[in-house]
């Protein structure tokens, strides 16, 4: 997929992991998603699998894309239409990229 931003520029969404690429939760869909995990664990009969296959199918979130020269943000809307949004600094500023925690286990 690609987006024209209105700078100009071009959003390639073509691989995973990508740095201007984001999966965006609403409140309220982040708190129901983490009370059908809570329901998941404490569901000792459950069949882990399906269960696991349920909340991956949920479809909580929404995507979003941050232009690399603006920082437009483009944001899928709920009837799947994209939505931009101009940061005052009209810069990027990598708002998706942020570092992970280095972790010693």
Not at 29 to 43: K, T
């Amino acid at each position: 997929m690609k987006i024209n931003c209105a700078c100009g520029a071009i959003i390639v969404d073509q691989s995973d992991k990508l740095p201007h690429k984001a999966h965006i939760i609403g409140d309220k869909d982040y708190l129901d998603f983490l009370d059908s995990i809570d329901a998941a664990i404490e569901d000792t009969s459950a069949d882990k699998a399906r269960v696991a296959m349920q909340i991956r199918r949920a479809e909580t979130s929404r995507l979003a894309w941050e232009c690399s020269t603006c920082g437009r943000l483009y944001l899928n809307d709920a009837n799947n239409k994209l939505v931009a949004y101009l940061p005052e600094n009209r810069q990027a500023n990598r708002i998706f990229d942020r570092p992970r925690n280095s972790r010693k286990d």
